[in-house]
């Protein structure tokens, strides 16, 4: 176990980009991103022909590390994790790289292999999506990592050498790529994923990791006025990608830096890259393409503190995620967990008696939506509804896809029909009108259960409902005096009657 926070940086050296972040590793476990900034480098294009890094290269590299050496200092690191992938794996003089790096900055480089680097990939997203099967791809500048995991653990990986700015020097003339580059670019993607038998046909799930795909996803969703400002965990077909390489393709290069959504210095390479992901979309018949945040310096952390404290399996990714949400806003964890319990047993009493049309999901949105009701109570208590609902929209929060994300915000957010109503216009067509019902029923039952635990004393011992004449009859057994449960319940009873579109009468007993 870990009982005090402490700092751990990771820089990562690849052929593209040369990144620093800097996590805070907190008591509880928890992991929390603080520091992230990158040099764009593009080793890979200082590599010879004889695959030797130019002293320039070299240059670029020693000037980056001194400066995120100072920046380190500063943070006071625990801990300093150097990895490097394909260009310096690639280098012929890549131990005197490493000695000069030790030797003029202090700092000792590890490299990867290409399955390491695979690996530590698949390892950083597995904890944050809510797929147990599927394909993850990286496209690094000097190499592409594929691996493929059946119930999320890992069976095959493959590191192809080849990555976005060595397929743009090979296939590429000029600074955008003309149609016949990119049909000889794209046959000779294909035939290269085609000669991996794990991967031809698989009819899997396809999770792109790294900032190529990050790009991608940015761009269709500027494109489609998307209303979350968010990436993490984003789907998207195989008609998106290709509105996408249609968007781009039709632009000269001036304005392709210009696009919303794409990092200027990735607009000489984004082409490429994306005939990478259509070429693996095509060969692998993938069913969606699914966008991750987290990747290889995500799994570099995770791997060591899993070997620091013996700890293969993690918590489901996204009670995990709500924990730690939970614990970063100083939520009442014992009083979230009395209002949980309390609405799992109105909700099982109302399912039995077929007063409302719910399923297990449903209770586990519950649940979930219950541990994190009213977030907003950090910023501020006059206005918690809006606060929550702003807090949980933009929160990536592990294993939920967006649509799902949305759904837990609009529950423990839930105040009145007027604020739900509000709160669900930009995502109203991602829902039927069956599951706003739904939703308003979970999200009062939230705001009821919330009321009557409201001193958080636990004075609840059962609850027994029946029906009488069309009307809900509730009877709550105490161990104690109930007067403030009972006036705030009575005060917010009128939401719950309003979904159910019945009346409620409420009774407190004392229990036997």
């Keep these: 176990m870990i009982y005090m926070e402490k700092k751990i940086a990771v820089i990562d050296i690849g052929s593209n980009t040369i990144r620093l972040v800097i996590y805070r590793i907190k008591a509880a476990g928890g992991i929390k991103q603080i520091e992230n900034m990158k040099v764009s480098a593009r080793l890979q294009n200082h590599l010879d022909d004889r695959q030797f890094l130019s002293p320039e290269g070299i240059h670029i590299l020693l000037e980056a590390l001194r400066v995120f050496r100072e920046i380190i200092s500063l943070h006071k690191a625990a801990s300093v994790k150097v990895f490097a992938t394909a260009a310096i794996r690639k280098a012929k003089n890549r131990q005197e790289i490493k000695q000069k790096v030790k030797r003029e900055i202090g700092l000792t480089i590890n490299v990867l292999s290409g399955q390491k680097e695979a690996y530590f990939g698949f390892l950083g997203i597995i904890q944050s999506t809510n797929l147990d099967e599927g394909i993850t791809i990286d496209i690094g500048g000097g190499s592409t990592e594929i691996t493929r995991f059946l119930h999320k653990k890992i069976v095959n990986s ?32 294909y035939r290269n994923f085609q000669e991996v038998e794990w991967l031809s046909n698989c009819r899997l799930p396809i999770i792109g990791i790294g900032g190529n795909a990050r790009n991608v996803g940015t761009i269709e969703q500027a494109m489609k006025n998307y209303p979350l400002g968010s990436v993490h965990l984003y789907e998207m077909g195989l008609k998106d990608i290709l509105n996408v390489k249609e968007k781009l393709g039709s632009l000269p290069f001036q304005d392709l830096k210009g696009v919303e959504g794409l990092s200027r210095e990735r607009a000489d390479i984004i082409l490429p890259a994306l005939e990478v992901f259509l070429s693996l979309y095509r060969s692998a018949s993938a069913p969606f393409f699914q966008l991750s945040q987290k990747g290889i310096r995500d799994g570099i952390i995770i791997d060591a503190l899993n070997r620091k404290n013996h700890k293969q399996d993690q918590l489901d990714p996204v009670d995990q995620s709500l924990h730690e949400l939970a614990a970063d806003y100083d939520m009442n964890v014992g009083k979230k967990e009395l209002i949980v319990t309390t609405a799992a047993k109105l909700f099982g009493l109302f399912r039995k008696e077929g007063i409302a049309d719910v399923s297990d999901g449903d209770l586990q949105d519950l649940k979930r939506a219950g541990y994190v009701y009213n977030l907003g109570e950090f910023i501020d208590s006059e206005s918690v509804s809006q606060h929550t609902f702003y807090l949980l929209l933009n929160r990536n929060i592990d294993g939920l896809p967006h649509r799902e994300r949305i759904k837990i915000a609009l529950l423990a957010s839930y105040h009145s029909k007027a604020s739900f109503k509000q709160n669900m216009k930009p995502f109203k067509e991602w829902f039927s009108e069956q599951d706003r019902q739904k939703m308003k029923f979970l999200g009062s039952l939230l705001k009821f259960s919330s009321a009557v635990n409201c001193t958080g004393r636990s004075i609840f011992r059962d609850i027994q409902l029946y029906m009488r004449n069309d009307e809900v009859h509730l009877e709550l057994y105490c161990n104690g005096s109930w007067l403030v449960e009972q006036q705030e319940a009575e005060k917010h009873m009128k939401h719950l009657e309003n979904a159910l579109g019945k009346n409620i009468s409420l009774k407190f007993s004392m229990q036997n």
Excluded at 160 to 186: C, H, N, V, W
């Design 158 to 189: 493959h590191s192809f050498p080849f990555g976005a700015l060595s397929l743009k020097k090979e296939f590429i003339k000029g600074q955008l790529p003309e149609a016949d580059e990119l049909r000889e670019l794209s046959s000779f993607l």
